[in-house]
T-cell receptor, first 116, second 114 residues
Framework: DAMVIQNPRYQVTQFGKPVTLSCSQT?????MYWYQQKSSQAPKLLFH???????NEADTPDNFQSRRPNTSFCFLDIRSPGLGDAAMYLC???????????????FGPGTRLLVL | GNSVTQMEGPVTLSEEAFLTINCTYT??????LFWYVQYPGEGLQLLLK?????DKGSNKGFEATYRKETTSFHLEKGSVQVSDSAVYFC?????????????FGKGTKLTVNP
């Protein structure tokens, strides 16, 4: 029944140690998004993929990278996590229809990252 | 740029009270508007949406009407329950090409006491 799956739900890493968060979807959607949500703040879009096309937000630090090897999977790589990168990371998908019509984004449960 | 402003929380109500959470937006063109809900420890779930002026979105007793003249999309519920305790986010869509970027407000935490 799950549509957007994020593993693990909780991830602990060390300062400066690369970490990868994963997201998978069973909706066959064209678009996959990664958001960062810090405590008591709004989710902030980091980047998204439309199919294989990568779209980075202007203010996303270079420390954050992403890979989408196929339609179903998308990864968030943090090359050198700092203490300020501790947050909830949310993956979302949308159909990405070219024709007009409102797009609904479907969110996963999130991965909470702790940096020690 | 596009932005969303929500009323500051937290909001604390007793069960069966009336709820209003204010949301106004600034946007070029006519975006779609959304309310998302986030229960403790979980991701966001779409609560309701409206795509054009005067549209009313509704779900689970919650309603919001897209008001172009006041650029608002206030969330209302006539009688809240303890299970409605969550953080509520107002958002607008910013479509670029085939994909849609959501711009969120800061969220309003609602606590409903029995």
């Amino acid at each position: 029944d799950a549509m957007v799956i994020q593993n693990p739900r909780y991830q602990v890493t060390q300062f400066g140690k690369p970490v990868t968060l994963s997201c998978s979807q069973t909706l066959n959607h064209n678009v996959m998004y990664w958001y960062q949500q810090k405590s008591s703040q709004a989710p902030k879009l980091l980047f998204h993929y439309y199919d294989k096309d990568f779209n980075n937000e202007a203010d996303t630090p270079d420390n954050f990278q992403s890979r989408r090897p196929n339609t179903s999977f998308c990864f968030l790589d943090i090359r050198s996590p700092g203490l300020g990168d501790a947050a909830m990371y949310l993956c979302a998908t949308s159909r990405g229809a070219v024709l007009a019509g409102v797009e609904t984004q479907y969110f996963g449960p999130g991965t909470r990252l702790l940096v020690l | 740029g596009n932005s969303v402003t929500q009323m500051e929380g937290p909001v604390t109500l007793s069960e069966e009270a009336f709820l209003t959470i204010n949301c106004t937006y600034t946007a070029t063109g006519y975006p779609s508007l959304f309310w998302y809900v986030q229960y403790p420890g979980e991701g966001l779930q779409l609560l309701l949406k409206a795509t054009k002026a005067d549209d009313k979105g509704s779900n689970k007793g919650f309603e919001a009407t897209y008001r172009k003249e006041t650029t608002s999309f206030h969330l209302e519920k006539g009688s809240v329950q303890v299970s409605d305790s969550a953080v509520y986010f107002c958002a607008l869509s910013d479509r670029k090409g085939g994909s849609e970027k959501l711009v969120f407000g800061k969220g309003t935490k609602l606590t409903v006491n029995p």
